[in-house]
């Protein structure tokens, strides 16, 4: 079993910074892609916001290119998503995504409980 746990969420005004972590633990045996994505009352489908593949390519949503930055730190299985210049249309729940494939092969994604991003004035 994987545990997934984000932090770094919070209220923050028009034009501000936050910086988002994703920590996974437990029995890992290779984290293949990392990925943030959100999602808001409105729309309750989750939105995939940044990916970042274990060979470090990344991808990002139009929305916040040029804004967020998704980065990994292999040895600490901690992925983070830096967002800058934030908007009150970035406001939503962020989820981390961590694909993990097991010694046997077996490939799985587990999923963070989620981490609350405001942006308000």
């Known amino acids: 079993q994987v545990e997934v746990v984000e932090s770094g969420g919070g209220l923050v005004q028009p034009g501000g910074t936050l910086r988002l972590s994703c920590a996974a633990s437990g029995n890992i045996f290779r984290i293949y892609d990392m990925a943030w994505y959100r999602q808001t009352p409105e729309n309750r489908a989750r939105e995939l916001v940044a990916?970042?593949?274990?060979?470090?390519?990344?991808h990002y949503t139009d929305s916040v290119k040029d804004r967020f930055t998704i980065s990994r730190d292999n040895a600490k299985n901690t992925v983070y998503l830096q967002m800058t210049n934030l908007k009150p249309e970035d406001t939503a729940d962020y989820y981390c995504?961590?694909?993990?494939?097991?010694?046997?092969?077996?490939?799985?994604?587990?999923w963070g409980q989620g981490t609350q991003v405001t942006v308000s004035s």
């Open positions: 995504k961590v694909d993990h494939k097991y010694a046997q092969g077996i490939l799985f994604s587990y």
């Open positions: 990916l970042i593949s274990d060979d470090d390519s990344t």
